[in-house]
């Protein structure tokens, strides 16, 4: 089945620098790849998504890279601010096995 | 923009203890979804459902039970709870095809003894 590594488990970052999360999966099935944010004691929300019919993806400060070929997709998140810390989460989707999280990427932005 | 909600938000139970969770999402979502989120292993599907007393087991169901009573809740069934079981416990619902725009409530969290 679909297995999503994303490769930093923690990532800390000056504010106003650019902070990128890497991640990779398996199943060339998968055609859905949405972001969560999961703030300090909260619940998680999405951030942003990207489908197999486009490389990129732009909402204000983050942009989603994807490549298919090299089956890896990434966040981008330019100008940091404090806010932006929490723990970010990559899935995969695909119809047979449904979504697929990553284990997490806890993002620091330090002034 | 989707409600998902949980109750009770804490649970301390002992081992062997009869623990039920509870999720009600109001805006007539076809699937609903228990996870649990643990250090190192991020969220792991247990159960998740795509209508009234429809049931499919996910990827870590050993121990849990879980029913779907009506469109709106979604139950989770811990017949004899054990320290393994602790954990965070996520509910979540999407209206579209299974995994798709998903929306979770506010968590659960519960300790076994």
């Known amino acids: 089945g679909e297995k999503v590594e994303q490769h930093e488990s923690t990532l800390s970052v000056r504010e106003g620098d650019s902070a990128v999360i890497n991640c990779t999966y398996t199943d060339t099935a998968s055609s859905y790849f949405p972001w969560y944010k999961q703030e300090a004691g909260k619940s998680l929300h999405f951030v942003i998504d990207?489908?197999?019919?486009?490389d990129r993806k732009q909402s204000q400060r983050l942009t989603v890279l994807l490549d298919k070929k090299a089956k890896r997709f990434s966040l981008h998140i330019t100008a940091t601010q404090p806010e932006d810390s929490a723990i970010y989460f990559c899935?995969?989707?695909?119809?047979?096995?449904?979504?697929?999280f990553g284990l997490g990427t806890r993002v620091s932005v330090f002034p | 923009e989707a409600a998902v909600t949980q109750s009770p938000r804490n649970k301390v139970t002992v081992t062997g203890g009869n623990v039920t969770l509870s999720c009600r999402q109001t805006?007539?979502?076809?699937?609903m979804y228990w996870y649990r989120q643990d250090t190192g292993h991020g969220l792991r599907l247990i159960h998740y459902?795509?209508?009234?007393?429809?049931?499919q087991i996910g990827d870590v169901p050993d121990g849990y039970k879980a029913t779907r009573t009506t469109q709106e809740d979604f139950f989770l069934l811990l017949e004899l709870a054990s320290p393994s079981q602790t954990s965070l416990y996520f509910c979540a619902s999407s209206d579209k095809a299974r995994g798709l725009e998903q929306y979770f409530g506010p968590g659960t969290r519960l300790t076994v003894l």
């Open positions: 990207i489908r197999s019919n486009v």
């Open positions: 459902s795509y209508g009234a007393g429809n049931l």
């Open positions: 805006n007539s979502h076809n699937y």
């Open positions: 899935a995969a989707h695909n119809y047979a096995q449904g979504l697929t």
